[in-house]
């Protein structure tokens, strides 16, 4: 077996980041998924706002959608189905604690958000905490799943 | 130090593998577009990587359309980082030999 020179080897450690990094990009998927997910938490936010008294039956569907999402996710013929033709691996990703916090982080901030609207009985609170969530999923979120990922081998 | 994997000196299959490696699973068509390889051309190479057990080849229906999702083994997993930390030895002690050269040189 012929051991590769210097510029070959380093050439294969190239192709193997490329190889990750092309992972990376096509498992943000479609940006529409982004997009319609933002648009139905905004929807949603907004018509429980305006119409209280439907809240319970408008909850249950919704609920629905994000479980049938998440667990499409997880199977390969769901995923293909929502235009994601690859899973990442989080085998690498790091498992401590600041790690699993920062990954909860945008989760939390919105709670805190959520949290704070109700107890300041703001005038159509839910609506404003529906564009901000809204726009957090449909904008902020694949960047910053995306600077995830690409971090995750620095630490 | 850890060995070189002979069948991973082939770089497409490096290719392939190193992609895979990332994934938890991949559709056949990502990794086909991705490494640029024709299906027939991807296919031998699946062909001889799960012979080998580094890939797991699984197929299924979406709708009525036939696909092929491939994910890395454990032993496929163990195999890559066994001849990266290879290639990185390798890299490595070139880098350095060549940081060492001109200060040889300069000593008289």
């Not at chain 2, 359309?65 to 997993?77: E, F, I, K, S, V």
């Not at chain 2, 001109?102 to 000593?107: C, E, G, I, L, Y």
């Amino acid at each position: 077996m012929n051991e590769p020179t210097p510029e070959e080897a380093a050439t294969a450690l190239r192709a193997v980041r490329e190889g990750k990094e092309q992972v990376i990009r096509s498992a943000l998927g479609s940006q529409w998924i982004w997009i319609g997910s933002g648009l139905i938490v905004f929807f949603y936010c907004t018509a429980v706002d305006l119409f209280p008294t439907a809240s319970p039956w408008l909850t249950w569907p919704v609920v629905a959608i994000v479980l049938v999402g998440v667990v499409g996710l997880h199977t390969r013929a769901g995923s293909t189905l929502l235009g994601r033709p690859v899973r990442v691996s989080d085998r690498s990703l790091p498992l401590t604690f600041a790690w699993r916090l920062l990954r909860v982080a945008p989760v939390l901030g919105l709670g805190i958000v959520a949290l704070a609207v109700s107890l300041l009985h703001l005038p159509h609170g839910g609506i404003y905490f529906g564009a901000l969530a809204g726009l957090y999923i449909m904008f902020l979120s694949p960047r910053f799943q995306l600077w995830l990922l690409r971090r995750q081998d620095r630490d | 130090m850890a060995e070189l994997d002979h069948l991973l000196l082939d770089p497409t299959r490096l290719a392939i593998v190193s992609l895979l490696a990332a994934a938890e699973w991949a559709e056949f068509g990502f990794v086909r577009d991705s490494v640029k390889l024709s299906d027939s051309a991807l296919s031998k190479q699946v062909t001889t990587l799960s012979k080998k057990d580094y890939v797991e080849v699984r197929k299924g229906y979406v709708g009525k359309r036939p696909r092929t999702w491939l994910n890395l083994t454990d032993a496929g997993r163990d195999n890559l980082a066994g001849h990266i930390s290879a290639l990185q030895t390798i890299a490595e002690k070139a880098r350095s030999d060549g940081a060492q050269q001109p200060r040889d040189q300069t000593v008289p």
